[in-house]
């Protein structure tokens, strides 16, 4: 019985540092590197060789151990001591695939020492061209998985399988299980913040809208709602957008992996086994739509919300503006009220001025110009009199708001104030005039 163990290791391709550390161990351990070529692997003659893939921004390195004489323990063995001296732990690998190769001996035969290897529970069987493949359970074991083949001969497609299409397809389970891993943990925090926005939501609804005590709420208390539930949908409307990029790329993911496995001619995968492999995958995405679901629910119940909260606001603004305007309206019928008084004290105040000022007019110019003012007829006194208090009273009013800014009415203030010196000149030249007449 021959065996020999082909072992994956799955990198990041930000981890060039262990890589070249692994790799330089291995040279120096006098492992060659695969020139390119074909690997002479499963040949009857001893071989080691790694070499390296790339799949997007995934690093695959693979090393291969064969011996005329050995176990899958003692290569097993040989690669965890390399891997430890290297400084290669687990936490620095996506993931690690082995393969476990037998010939000359039947499948049953070759299940026993596997067995003490990984302890599986099931098998999933590959149906290939020559020989029998299977996935020593299905599930990642602690980022381990294990593969049985047995070999019958030797082919190009056997050593381009092994070399590239296996470890390629792997890259493609791994990155898809990520990701699947991602948004599941996303997935989980995504609920939690709906069933937190659903809370708040309802708290504002049911204790703040809908309770009596919130008939007196102020508008700016019912603004900080507003905010609180746009903070909510916005935060909605983010996980939406990330849960829908979950599902875009879960699926892509799944149509790349599928496209590989029908693109690969070395094996073909039945209906169960195609369904094992998706199937954690498909309730994922299922996981991911209902969250969907609840999220387009809840974003519409908070926008619902704002509105609700954003009509209230305006039917309170409404009232106060009706409120506001009432009282703008009892103060315009106050300050109506005022000005109609003020007119009638200024009314009466200048007939009070006019009068006051036309009796000291009258005794003064009686006063000073005696025997002049004697000459005067009774009517022209009247006239002058009457004239000149009249005229100086609304010169005085004039006077009044052209200091307080009425610009417009300077003309007016200069016309009657120059009428009120021709008038004081008319009774000045007059009564000197007349006095002396009468000293004639």
Known sequence: MAFSVLRYYYFLEDDQEIIEQLTAFWKKEGIPADSGGRWPFFKEAADQRFSRLQYGNIVIMILGLKETQGSWDAYISSMEEWEEQA?????????????????????????????????????????????????????????????????????????????????LLEAGLIRL?????????????????????????????????????????????????????????GILAG???????????LNGLMDAVMIQIKGERFFKLANDVQDAIFSPYNRRLTELKNTIDD??????????????????????????NIETQERIKHLMEINTSIQQQSLTFQIAAGIIEFIVLAYYSHSLWKNLAHGAYDLVPPGVQLIMVVLFSWTTVYCTHLIAEYRQGDTHIRSKMLLYCGLLCLLLGIVIFGTYWLQMKAAH
């Open 87 to 167: 400084r290669v732990a687990d936490n620095d690998l996506l993931a690690k695939v082995t393969v476990l190769c037998g010939s000359d001996s039947g499948w049953e035969e070759l299940l026993v020492p596997a067995r003490g290897i990984c302890p599986y529970r099931d098998i999933v069987s590959f149906s290939i061209q020559k020989g029998q493949l299977a996935r020593l359970d299905w599930k990642w074991p602690r980022g381990r998985a294990y593969y049985l083949f047995q070999q019958d001969e030797v082919s190009p497609s056997l050593e381009r399988f092994f070399s590239s299409s296996l470890p």
């Open 295 to 320: 999220l387009r629910a809840s974003r519409e119940n908070h926008q619902a919300a704002i509105d609700v909260v954003r009509s209230r606001i305006d039917i309170m603004l409404s009232r106060e």
């Open 177 to 233: 299980n990520m990701v699947s891993n991602l948004y599941r943990d996303r997935n989980t925090t995504i609920l939690k913040e709906i069933n937190g926005c659903d809370s708040r939501l309802s708290n504002i609804l049911h204790t703040q809208l809908v309770s009596e005590q919130a008939a007196g709420k102020r508008v700016g208390e019912l603004e900080e709602q507003v905010q609180e539930l746009s903070s909510s949908y």
């Open 239 to 249: 996980d939406y957008s990330m849960i829908q990029e979950g599902v875009s790329r």
